[in-house]
């Protein structure tokens, strides 16, 4: 018999280690770890990671095998990593409902729980009461099931199993939005279980999606069916939220140990190298002791001064725990192993070197890793008070069994046993390797023949969507309906993926089902939801941010092919030719160039072979032969209830029937649920407007309408009816507002019997009068108008009887107004109606859930609070709806335009974060009032004329006035004057001051009024004077109007402007709430507007901590004025300078206003004594500050600096040190 080689003695000397510190204690009926001899309960991500060795120590058997035995060894080693895996599966499948429930909910209450019983595989705590919800730990077990079975491990056995796996990814997508308990299961560090949002979660879920994604879970036995499937938009997802996170670990941890295996081995989530080094050094510098890496700053966790009998902190408690952290020897086996994957030696060296010394010896001479170090109970204030210098006593699990299979793997890599490549088979470690180039390939496409043409005519040659055939074109929610069959299953009662918004990286690869190409145009794209997309401006802006998305995000094999269909939308308002702005974008696209990506144009057929296609194989027909089956009934909702038997046999087609299978009919049926159906008679012409009047217009009517509303508690009735003619009625109005209860129903049935809209015999409003008045209407707005009454009496399903019995019910007709409004471009009327047919804002919740996983936090309405409602966790649609109304005091323009403007938030923060740096809060309510306040300055009107023209911009220009708000930059509105409709409205463009090429002066004042007539005859002219729509100006006085304001000081109200837009946008200096801190640890607090921000905030958080942050900020945001909280901003900065002189106190609290008042007050008198009337220092009435203070310039003789710098000095004269101090 051959001797054993040197190596092969060395390996069973690990495998000795393995068996006695970690495969003896595995259970024989269900394969489970426990966590040691007092903790007997099996944790999912103790047991992935404490499994890990013995995987990996297989699979040095199989490569350094001397003999036999050793490969029966190997075998035996993987079978027992298959039943740990297996047992964790049988685990999680027992809770198969609350894998259904959690990916609609993503509650805690609905999660799958953290640790099982061992020797049952039953759950041992109650719903409620551990910190169940910890998307790491089901994300970890996913990645090592994808590696594992990449490595040659059969772990998933049937189909069913197939299923549950593809719904744990849909269970563990949605984690960049998802605040849980994190890997320490504590969840906020003060432990009263409050979850947030952790990195180390995030960076687990997007490695877990990337390495399942084409997966075959049956490995090289499989075949399509075994495929999982992975949307790369949710990965993407994850990825920018990690980014924008690190190296801050959560709102509450600034930096954490745990992050390590987000940034390095198991995850290598992170592609951005520079971003992992600093993110380790963060950790290094902040965490590492001279036993280990704490787990996080003030960890309270086994130190000395924790309270054992409560497992919750006091927020002021955390303080105590400052440098006695325990330290964890765990972290340096990841460091250890993050070493051999850089091929850092000197990193594994000095690691290696500094764990031997920790490592405390069991019986035998067995090495293990204990749990943690912490400092001796009688040592705690010397080592408080010089870090690092007292030796440490172990405490906890000995051996922790997590640590020991880390330590046990990073000594088999180290020893050479094994190669980077076998514990990872899937190549994650090179996600930091730079990409190449993409080329995004567009496919322009007219969506019919005179289309075609009309590109022909500009020399774009463009086939139609039929030419293309047999390659199908579909919309983007096509997509959606046929991924939400991925993964269901009838046994285990999944209904497959949630409906979800397909990402432009959804539908820029082409798909193959059931032998048909697909290809699928982008979300934008999609008209029946919102209106955004019926503005080209906007279109075109939409696919500059989805290429240069895919541009910088784009991860397959295979190129992006973008389908852009050119529709009837995308013409001018002639129809004859296609819009300019469209226009100019096709021939830059044309030109290889847009919005900084690389574009190849050309026809869907010949990109077949360099697109990156998938083929759908669970859309191949079922075991029946048919892709619907009756058990398919599940999950049908999102099709509005339909009989599927009813639709798949009782339609005809046009076309030959063999071309159109299932699939086919499929696609068809939901196409034709999504088309509307024309009732709506068309609007009078002008002949028909004198002979009938909708008797809506009479003030008397407004009036009882008015009432009317006020029975059915709709407020705001000003909102729903035509504003001029309402304005005159105001008043009258205001007196009916609020009758008192008892005697309610006499005063209505009153104003009825007065009103002029039709009645029946029984005094009642006559709704088929109503709606017969509909047919006759002059214009859109009154059509609006009487159908939105209709809507208040009957509600939206109401049949109106109209043409025919039972006819189109109201909210039929309304869908129709507003297809027909959408083409005339009035905006007012579109968001209008849109806010009475509640149409789903696109991707709103996306939108909200962006800009709060960029750890933003949202408010809504109008402050102070409790009106200015605020968003700090991600809520459903519904729910989120129903805020933004209640915060708009159910506004509908207001409501509907706070929705748009979080969705333009959400496309900025994914295509220019800088714009929100050092934004916590972002304030819509604040946001949208000054955007009024802007137009109003800009266009010289009254502020009720400033918020009509903002309602009237058109999409692309409200999101244009929100990037100039957010970046500063100083722009210029052009009004002109149009006739639509019969009515002649104004439109509004802003645009760049800079770009338009005005000169110095005109650029100073940030005003330029053009006005320009664009109607044929003067009677037009004449109507629209009468309407009052635009103040209309001649050539002379437009030039001495522009005269006029540049022979003023061009820099007048600048500052107040800047200080308005950095109130409004919580906008501070650089490294302000660090210093905030410093001045809190010098004084007893802060007081703002009589709320105090008291110093023991200090002994709660830390100051690079968000939640800090975030605290500042909101004692900031209880002063209502934007300006007036900028100056307060500018005072509290003034008394961070004092921290770094030499102040040991600054006594009680500071009362912040006060010294800005009495700066003030040193203002006023000196500006006086210079010489300045009443009228030049006229003061603010609401907080009595002078507007030339708000004016001023921060810095010089006469800026608020010097003044505020007095006042501080007066104010803390006392406590000042004596020398060179002195006053000015």
Partial sequence: MRGRSNS???????????????????????????????????????????????????????????????????????????????????????????????????????????KYNTHTCATVVGDHEWGHLQLDATSLYLLMLAQMTASGLHII??????????????????????????????????????????????????????????????????????????????VQHCQSILHSMLPRASSSKEVDASVLSVISYPAFAVEDSELVEITKQEIITKLQGRYGCCRFLRDGYRTPREDPNRSYYEPAELKLFENIECEWPLFWTYLIIDGIFNGNMEQVQEYREALEGILIKGKNGVRLVPELYSVPPDKVDEEYNNPHTVDRIPMGKLPLMWGQSLYILGCLMAEGFLAPGEIDPLNRRFATVPKPDVVVQVCILAETEGIKAILKKEGIHVETVADVYPIRVQPARILS??????????????TGRPYRHMGVIGTSKLYNIRKNIFAFTPQFIDQQ???????????????????????????????????????????????????PTVLATLRKLQDGYFGGARIQTGKLSEFLTTSCRTHLSFMDPGPEGKVFANGYKLGLDSFEELDPEEWLHGLQFAEDADTYDEVAQYLDHLLQRTVPQSNLPPTAQQ??????????????????????????????????????????????????????????????????????LPRDEAGNVDCKALVDQLRICPTLQEQADILYMLHILKGPEWH???????????????????????????????????????????????????????????????????REKTISAPIPYEELVRLIDEASEK?????????????????????????????????????????????????HCSAGEATENLMNLSPSNVKNLLYHILSGKEFGVEKSVRSVDSLVTTAISIYDVEAAGATKTERAGIVRLKSEIKQPGDGDLLASLSAGQSELLDKGSFSSLVKDQSSKDSRQGQWKRRRRLDGALNRVPLGFYQKVWKVLQKCHGLSVEGFVLPSSTTREMTPGEMKF????????????????????????????????????????????????????????????????????????????????????APSGRFGTMTYLSKSVALHLYDLLPGDGCAMQ
């Avoid at 750890?855 to 609070?865: A, C, D, R, S």
């Avoid at 207001?894 to 304030?923: H, K």
């Avoid at 500018?1130 to 700066?1159: C, F, N, R, Y």
Wanted: hydrophobic letters at 40%.
């Fill in 1109 to 1192: 942050a975030v605290h500042v900020e909101s004692v900031l945001n209880r002063v209502p004025q934007p300006e007036y909280r900028q100056l307060l901003v500018e005072t509290i900065l003034v008394l961070t300078m004092l921290v770094d002189v030499e102040v040991h106190t600054m006594g009680g609290i500071i009362p912040v206003e006060k010294i800005l008042h009495a700066a003030n007050d040193l203002f006023y008198e000196e500006q006086k004594a210079l010489g300045a009337d009443d009228q030049m220092l006229e003061k603010d009435p609401s907080t009595g500050i002078c507007d030339l203070l708000y004016d001023s």
């Fill in 891 to 939: 506004n509908l323009s207001v409501s509907i335009l706070t929705q748009e403007i979080m969705v333009y938030l959400a496309m900025y923060i994914r295509t220019q974060p800088a714009l929100f740096t050092d934004m916590f809060r972002i304030r819509i309510g604040l946001i949208i009032q000054v955007m009024a306040t802007e137009l109003a300055h800009s266009l």
């Fill in 481 to 494: 309906h046929i991924y939400a069959r991925l993964g269901r299953n009838k046994q285990m009662s999944l």
């Fill in 8 to 114: 092969g003695v060395r390996l069973d000397g690990y495998g000795r280690l393995v068996q006695q510190t970690i495969l003896r204690h595995q259970d024989a009926v269900t394969g489970l770890l426990p966590a040691s001899a007092d903790h007997r309960d099996a944790w999912v991500r103790d047991n992935v990671y404490s499994i890990l060795a013995v995987w990996g120590l297989g699979l040095a058997y199989r490569k350094n095998a001397d003999r036999d035995e050793d490969k029966a060894k190997a075998y035996e080693l993987e079978q027992s990593v298959v039943k740990l895996m297996r047992g964790l599966l049988q685990c999680m499948m027992r809770q198969v409902d609350k894998v259904e429930a959690f990916k609609y909910s993503q509650s805690t209450r609905d999660c799958l729980h953290a």
């Fill in 800 to 866: 109106t009887g109209l043409e025919s019995e039972p006819g189109p019910t109201v909210k039929e007709l309304l869908t129709e107004l507003y297809v027909r409004v959408g083409a005339t471009r009035q905006w007012a009327l579109i968001r209008y109606i849109s806010g009475i047919l509640k149409k789903k804002v696109e991707a709103l919740d996306e939108a909200c859930t962006a800009l709060l996983s960029h750890q933003k936090h949202l408010t809504v309405g109008l402050p102070p609070e409790p």
């Fill in 529 to 579: 939801q919102f209106y955004l997309a019926l503005d080209s401006k906007m279109i075109v802006e939409m696919l500059r941010t989805d290429l240069s998305y895919l541009c910088s995000r784009w991860r397959m094999t295979g190129r992006p092919t973008i389908t852009f269909p050119v529709s009837q939308t995308m013409l001018d308002d002639t129809g004859s030719s296609i819009h």
């Fill in 157 to 234: 056995h049937s189909l069913d199993e197939v299923n549950f796996i593809q719904n744990l990814v849909f269970y563990i997508e949605a984690a960049y939005k998802t605040a849980d308990f994190g890997i320490w299961e504590r969840g906020d560090k003060t432990n009263r279980g409050i979850t947030e949002l952790n990195a180390s979660s995030v960076g687990m879920a997007k490695a877990a999606l990337e390495a399942l994604d084409e997966l075959d879970l049956f490995g090289a036995k499989g075949g399509p069916q075994s495929v999982i499937r992975v949307l790369s938009d949710e």
């Fill in 687 to 756: 002949g028909g407007l004198k002979r009938f009047r909708a008797a809506v217009h009479t003030t008397r009517d407004l009036m009882s309408l008015a009432s009317k509303a006020k029975d059915l508690q709709v407020q705001n009735v000003g909102m729903y009816v035509p504003s001029k003619i309402f304005q005159a009625s105001q008043q009258s109005v205001k007196l009916l507002s609020s009758p008192h209860q008892h005697d309610q129903e006499v005063k209505s049935h009153a104003l009825h019997a007065e009103m002029n």
